[in-house]
């Protein structure tokens, strides 16, 4: 019987459609390459290790999520501590494989400088990476998509003015923001390559928020209230940091200024362009529907009575905000999008960029000030704030003490078990959150308790607990008991742990 040519013809053109679309629907991965130098040789350089940290953790955030929401497969690789020599970064880099459709990023926290008008990045070794050579490495890769993002020469301050807006958490991880993650980065090609601060100038951070423009660009530009377009994330994330400068202590940017130093301008080496084959997407942001004339309600939820400023006019930093005074279980209206700053506890000062909603203010178990939205879910000083701490840790951690990488599964019957990164248990025991009352102050924290077994004897570990956000918590070592004992630390002992949720 002779085949039916017509039918022939269909099924090769079936076939070859099918082919094609099979290899035009390969999924792009994202190639993330992280150097988080937490961990220098030279000890001097170590106290920003912290707000690096968080760094760390802010940007795992979002690799996450687009690798959660199916938006791109990520492949991460770590270099941290004294890991992150300049040999293995370089190594790392020769060594990453890139197809033509995916995204290769490469970060960097750490220190940086400039010598002889050429910018460089510190390394673990006390060496130096330059920036021009980093960047031909990076562009020499076969990858649609480059980006270069460095948080360098770091400066931590204490007290600053933290200005950040307080919006839903949750909506990039609910795919709230699919579509424009997959403008970014599915539909952009080219070369991003951002450093968080001009030639000589310093990039700020602190222990809290991390690198301020690395803040401003993952948390806020991306996480909270992205755009489509690069350049309008980046040019939103700069003004943010530019205003963040501008909150320094008035004699501190005098100082700076005398050093010819007046401002932290984040600068952008090459912004990528949007793919010619694909529609151009609308270059707006994320925005909450308000009028000019829509209020915002705030709560006082303390026992006692809060003052407050509006900053009316955010570019003259020499004008007096009048304050206002609320009342225990009072509440006040504002105008949308305001910005309110106050005082939250002895050392810091909080600002915040006001969304449409309604908000309050409570202590968190640190005895800090704080302004939450009535949806949100952050931790309150409330009679059931035990529970929602176990609630929240309730997960699977990454723990990292700066040495190794342990991943902790806090469970729901109160067990807790520790594997390591081939998935093999190392530790196993109990946890739970414990009330304790400083005797001097009289005020209750909670404390994280973790109660397992070393060498056949009982060992108790206490950590005092600081919420950075729901997937980022930073843990101190107060106390060791091992029998009962109480061990005695090293002065030079760092106590810090961080979680970043898994």
Not at 21 to 26: A, D, L
Not at 182 to 190: E, H, I, M, N, V
Not at 409 to 429: C, K, M, N, S, Y
Request: with cysteine; net charge negative; hydrophobic share 35%.
């Amino acid at each position: 019987m002779r085949p039916n040519l017509l039918s022939l013809f269909f099924k090769s053109s079936w076939l070859l459609f099918f082919c094609l679309w099979m290899n035009t629907s390969v999924a792009a991965t994202l190639q993330a390459i992280l150097v988080i130098e937490d961990d220098y040789k030279d000890t001097d350089l170590n106290s920003i290790s912290d707000s690096i940290k968080v760094d760390y953790g802010n940007l795992s955030k979002l690799l996450k999520i687009l690798d959660e929401r199916g938006i791109i497969s990520v492949k991460k690789t770590v270099l941290r501590g004294r890991q992150a020599t300049l040999a293995r970064i370089q190594e790392t880099i020769d060594k990453t494989t890139v197809d033509a459709d995916d995204v290769l990023l490469f970060y960097f926290s750490g220190h940086g400088g400039m010598e002889k008008g050429k910018t460089f990045l510190y390394t673990a070794d006390s060496a130096n990476l330059d920036r021009q050579n980093l960047e031909k490495s990076i562009v020499a890769k076969n990858a649609r998509l480059k980006i270069i993002l460095t948080d360098a020469c770091s400066n931590s301050i204490d007290g600053i003015v933290a200005m950040r807006s307080i919006a839903n958490k949750r909506a990039a991880a609910t795919g709230e923001f699919d579509e424009i993650y997959r403008d970014l980065f599915l539909k952009s090609t080219g070369l991003l390559h951002l450093s968080a601060a001009s030639e000589g100038e310093y990039a700020w951070s602190d222990n809290q928020l991390g690198g301020y423009f690395t803040y401003y660009f993952i948390n806020e530009g991306l996480l909270k209230k992205p755009s489509a377009s690069w350049e309008t994330v980046f040019k939103n994330s700069r003004d943010k940091t530019l205003q963040m400068y501008g909150l320094l202590p008035a004699r501190q940017r005098a100082e700076l200024k005398a050093e010819g130093i007046k401002g932290q301008t984040p600068k952008a080496f090459a912004l990528p362009a949007f793919l010619t084959n694909v529609e151009s997407p609308a270059d707006t942001e994320t925005t909450t529907n308000t009028t000019s004339n829509a209020t915002i309600t705030i709560e006082n939820l303390t026992d006692e009575t809060v003052t407050f400023y509006r900053d009316i006019d955010p570019e003259n930093d020499e004008d007096d905000d009048p304050p206002i005074t609320l009342a225990s279980n009072a509440k006040t209206t504002v105008p949308a999008n305001s910005l309110l700053y106050f005082q939250a506890n002895k050392k810091d000062m909080y600002y915040y960029e006001l969304d449409a909603n309604d908000y309050y203010f409570d202590k968190d178990e640190q005895q800090t000030l704080d302004l939450y939205a009535v949806d949100g879910e952050e931790i309150s000083d409330k009679p059931d704030a035990d529970k929602q701490y176990n609630k929240l840790l309730t997960a699977e951690w990454e723990w990292d003490d700066g040495e190794t990488v342990v991943f902790t599964t806090l469970q729901a019957d109160g067990t807790f078990i520790d594997r390591d990164e081939a998935d093999r248990v190392i530790t196993q025991g109990k946890w739970k959150i414990e009330p304790v009352t400083d005797e001097e102050s009289g005020e209750t924290e909670s404390e994280l308790i973790f109660e397992l077994q070393e060498d056949g004897e009982p060992v108790k570990l206490s950590y005092s607990i600081d919420f950075l956000d729901d997937d980022n918590v930073r843990l101190e070592l107060v106390e060791e008991l091992i029998n009962d004992e109480e061990s005695e630390f090293d002065e030079d002992a760092d106590l810090t742990v961080m979680l970043y949720r898994h």
